[in-house]
């Protein structure tokens, strides 16, 4: 899992890379929760997104957004993070330019960053939104949603109320042409406290329905 130093808006940005085994291998980018809260790309959320596409064969990056870890400048309230992310993807389709297939997936702060840059880039496939606070910021812009994609929430989210997120989703699913699938895991905190293998198990069985069959995980 090499570490990369991507060239970002505020300079430079800090990532973990692990690249797929087929010259077409599809690409998955994950974003971490909020930078002010202790949200880094090491957040066990993130890790686990980042295992799930990893061992589909997929080419995935996560990486700290501005100002955290070793990546330069500072919190700019997610304008500057979604400029990150941007750059993010950018680095991923240069350098995986056959890519068949690009998701992105983000956890609370880091949905949010995410469901944005899906608007922007219509070259994404699917999303992944864990913990979406859709209590704290505004998701209207998803007008149309352009992709298909999970959502998943806590049962016991004690940040983001259920009824914000079935909301969302009630939104979105009545929107044309797309799917939402939505998963609430019993139990579960805001940051998935002793449920994150019930986390995985739900991301396991949506991307084991929607994607290809797994494929030989990664080169070194």
């Not at 702060?109 to 944005?116: E, K, R, T």
Request: net charge neutral; hydrophobic share 40%.
């Amino acid at each position: 899992m090499p570490e990369v130093i991507i060239n970002g808006p505020a300079g430079r940005i800090e990532g973990r890379y692990t690249r797929g085994k087929r010259s077409d291998a599809p690409i998955a980018l994950l974003l971490h929760p909020h930078p002010q809260h202790g949200g880094t790309m090491n957040n066990k959320i993130v890790f686990t997104l980042f295992n799930s596409f990893v061992r589909r064969g997929y080419s995935a990056l996560r990486f700290n957004f501005r100002g955290v870890g070793r990546s330069q400048g500072a919190y700019d309230r997610g304008e500057g993070e979604l400029s990150d992310a941007a750059a993010a993807l950018d680095w991923m389709q240069t350098i995986n330019p056959n890519a068949s297939l690009c998701w992105i997936a983000g956890f609370s702060f880091g949905a949010w960053i995410g469901m944005q840059l899906l608007m922007r880039r219509p070259e994404i496939d699917g999303f992944i939104s864990v913990s979406p606070p859709a209590n704290l910021y505004d998701f209207s812009f998803l007008a149309p949603c352009p992709s298909s994609g999970l959502i998943v929430h806590g049962g016991r989210d004690e940040v983001v109320p259920e009824t914000a997120v079935t909301k969302l989703v009630t939104k979105l699913s009545s929107q044309r042409d797309i799917r939402i699938d939505y998963r609430v895991v019993d139990g579960a905190n805001h940051f998935f406290h002793d449920r994150v293998e019930a986390l995985n198990d739900c991301l396991d069985s949506y991307l084991d329905r929607v994607l290809e069959p797994p494929v030989a995980a990664v080169a070194g």
